[in-house]
């Protein structure tokens, strides 16, 4: 029996192939219910145009039909289904010019990238493997599928995914494969650099990540990787990490004349994953003059303690414990600053004479620190107290 991942999805093809058109598993599910790794998402390829997928099933989301693809609801589930597809020339390196529906699944597997991305499996487990992918996953090895040299001037981002299913997977590169990968690294120069940025994450985040760096330098593909192609041997320094904010904090911390700003910039990565690099940044600098304190843990915010504790250990090659962390940040007063028993209404009203302006917010955060760092009482009697003792100057 199918694991549980694909048993709902299996209902949807069967009812395909009930309404008499062909449907199966394909890419990474299968190769990974094959290998024995965990399985998060399934996709179904049909030779059902998306018209007839439509007519088929009473909701659809047409999230692709230039692509072939839609989103089939069923029993409260999404399931994509792309019909299978032949692609034009690439003429550009990065995308086909055309795509063009077809009805044989051998075809559209034709046009996949590696041979262990090439099966595809039915509703009842049974698979259809045309390229020998499965022989491919069992001396695990990536190799194209089809001529290597046509793959790679066809999208150079599978040269990238070649990797990154290295760093994945454990597997070596299949020396023809190998080859033109870097008879073609140049052709990475012409690709956005937002599908490059996705697949370094993942490439960075792999078990077998070293080894992935190793067939970087072998093949100089890190000639054509925005910062690391003038700072190559920070690759080697880093470890496995699962997003690109400590990576892009390692490099800036490393090398003081390039920038988090300068990564951001040159990945096109989101302001949300600059402030995260930049919060790392900062508390690598506050641990090193102040070690781990309270008001230390009480800045850092819960999801950065990993990627903090990984930064230490890259640069100083110290490990700390994350239960040193969660425990002072049990004993904390406070969470936030929403949790403080006063605000500037308080204030205001406490002290009517003085008019509006910053020694609110100054008079605040001092609040703030003082009931993290030095036991003031979270009580507005022991605040008052402490504020008259303690009051900004007047503008």
């Known amino acids: 029996m199918l694991p549980t991942v694909f048993q709902k999805a299996a209902k ?19 190769r990974d219910y094959i290998i024995g790794r965990p399985i998060h998402d399934v996709d179904i390829a049909s030779s059902a145009l998306p018209s007839e997928i439509q007519n088929i099933f009473p909701k659809v989301i047409p999230v692709g039909l230039e692509h072939g693809t839609v989103i089939v ?14 692609e034009g020339v690439y003429t550009d390196h990065r995308r086909p010019d055309e795509v063009y529906f077809v009805r044989n699944i051998e075809e559209d597997l034709k046009r996949r990238d590696f041979t262990m ?20 996953i069992v001396s695990e090895q990536i190799q194209t599928v089809g001529d290597a040299t046509e793959r790679f001037k066809e999208d150079a981002l599978r040269i990238i995914r070649a990797l990154r299913f290295s760093s ?40 077998y990540f070293k ?54 910039k040159a990945y096109k990565c989101s302001n949300q994953l600059k402030q995260q690099a930049n919060n ?11 070690g781990i304190n309270a008001w230390f843990v009480y800045q850092l915010p819960r999801d950065h303690w990993d990627h903090f504790t990984y930064l230490v250990k890259q640069i100083d090659k110290d490990i700390i414990d994350i239960k040193e962390i969660y425990s ?68």
């Open 73 to 86: 609801r069923y029993e409260q589930e999404s399931f994509e289904v792309t019909t299978y597809r032949t």
């Open 211 to 264: 080894k992935a760096v190793d067939y970087i330098f072998e093949l100089e593909v890190y000639q054509h990787l925005p910062i690391f192609n003038d700072e190559p041997l920070l690759l080697k320094e880093l470890e496995p990490v699962a997003s690109l904010a400590p990576v892009f904090a390692f490099v800036a911390l490393k090398r003081s004349s390039i920038t988090v700003t300068d990564c951001i």
């Open 168 to 207: 994945q997977l454990g597997f070596s590169i299949e020396g023809h494969t190998k080859k033109a990968m870097k008879h073609y690294k140049g052709l990475i120069d012409k690709l956005a650099v937002e599908r490059l940025t996705v697949e370094l994450e993942k490439l960075c985040a792999g078990s």
């Open 12 to 30: 949807v093809i069967s009812i395909i192939e009930e309404n008499q058109y062909e449907a199966y598993f394909v890419g990474g599910c299968v």
């Open 117 to 136: 991305n090439a099966i595809a499996m039915d509703a009842k487990g049974e698979m259809l493997d045309p390229f020998y992918g499965r022989e491919d």
């Open 328 to 395: 002072i940040y049990e004993d904390l007063p406070i969470l936030s600053k929403k949790d403080m028993c006063v605000n500037g209404h308080d204030l205001m009203r406490w002290f009517p004479e003085r008019p509006k302006g910053k020694w609110i917010k100054e008079l605040l955060d001092q609040i703030e620190y003082h009931i993290v760092i030095s036991g003031l009482a979270n009580e507005k009697s022991k605040i008052k107290e402490w504020i008259q003792w303690n009051l900004p100057v007047q503008d």
């Open 280 to 290: 790392l940044v900062d508390a690598y600098h506050h641990y090193k003059i102040d």
